[in-house]
């Protein structure tokens, strides 16, 4: 992978993937536990960065309460600031295509000349509203989307 990296504009990764694949471990965070550090992942971010030299590093960060409910956000940098995301309890419908979800979020957002800040809202909320859904697909609209990154949590039907 480390081959490759040094090609990628984007860098995508969990904590599980820093450590694992890299060897690169975020400092005081306890993910079981619902403990993440900031700074830790800071860390991680920036280490990736000086590795393999991506424009953009984001990491999705997940905290486990249970199988079936988790906090779930996102941190980004560009190479010189770091961003993090609101946090959003969610309660898992179906795991699967969360992180795609974000990728792809987090790509459209930057291919549409959004900010960092919002782009790594926009992918959050994707991965989010994509953990509400069955199967691998997320087949919520941009706008809904756009919506719950803009604040509007509030789960009600929008005409």
């Known amino acids: 992978m480390g081959n490759l990296c040094s090609f990628v504009d984007v860098l995508i990764a969990n904590e599980e993937d820093a450590k694992d694949v890299f060897g690169i471990e975020a400092a005081n965070t306890d993910i079981s536990g619902g403990s993440l550090s900031h700074d830790g992942y800071k860390s991680v971010a920036k280490q990736l960065s000086d590795r393999f030299g991506p424009q953009i590093v984001a990491i999705t960060l997940r905290t486990s309460k249970s199988a079936s409910d988790n906090g779930w956000s996102g941190?980004?940098?560009?190479?010189?600031?770091?961003?993090?995301?609101?946090?959003?309890?969610?309660?898992?419908?179906?795991?699967?295509?969360?992180?795609?979800?974000?990728?792809?979020?987090?790509?459209?957002?930057?291919?549409?000349?959004?900010?960092?800040?919002?782009?790594?809202?926009?992918?959050?909320?994707?991965?989010?509203?994509?953990?509400?859904?069955?199967?691998?697909?997320?087949?919520?609209?941009?706008?809904?989307?756009?919506?719950?990154?803009?604040?509007?949590?509030?789960?009600?039907?929008?005409?």
Do not use: W
């Open 75 to 159: 941190m980004l940098y560009d190479n010189k600031d770091f961003y993090f995301s609101k946090q959003y309890d969610v309660h898992i419908v179906d795991r699967v295509g969360g992180g795609d979800s974000f990728g792809a979020g987090l790509i459209y957002s930057i291919m549409n000349g959004e900010t960092p800040a919002y782009s790594l809202e926009f992918a959050v909320a994707a991965s989010c509203l994509k953990h509400s859904v069955e199967g691998d697909f997320n087949i919520v609209s941009a706008d809904e989307v756009r919506k719950l990154a803009g604040g509007d949590g509030s789960g009600r039907v929008q005409r």
